[in-house]
């Protein structure tokens, strides 16, 4: 079993940034593929962007590409979101979920979440 904790949210005006990151633990977390999603009140869970357990084949939502850039420390077992250029809309709950590489990109595991807030 993987266990995921984020943090670095908080609140933020518009064109600000912040770096979320996602500690993992109980497993080999280099064998787990990473991704971000995130929650905006009275949405569905959404897709944010993923990264392959190697750190490579980086993959983005379209409406935060260019904007956001994940990455990821295997040494520290930890995973980040950059976030830039914020927009009010990126407004949401973040999740962290992993997969072990066997998966794909089918996360079993999933974080408790961070709080991002975008002041306009």
């Known amino acids: 079993q993987v266990q995921l904790v984020e943090s670095g949210g908080g609140l933020v005006q518009a064109g600000g940034s912040l770096r979320l990151s996602c500690a993992a633990s109980g497993r080999t977390v280099s064998n787990y593929n990473m991704g971000w999603f995130r929650q905006a009140p009275g949405k569905e869970r959404g897709f944010v962007a993923r990264?392959?357990?190697?750190?490579?084949?980086?993959l983005y939502a379209d409406n935060v590409k260019g904007r956001f850039t994940i990455s990821r420390d295997n040494a520290k077992n930890t995973v980040y979101l950059q976030m830039n250029s914020l927009k009010p809309e990126d407004t949401a709950v973040y999740y962290c979920g992993s997969s072990h590489y066997t998966r794909g990109y089918d996360y079993n595991y999933w974080g408790q979440g961070t709080q991002v807030t975008v002041s306009s």
């Open positions: 990264i392959s357990r190697s750190g490579g084949n980086p």
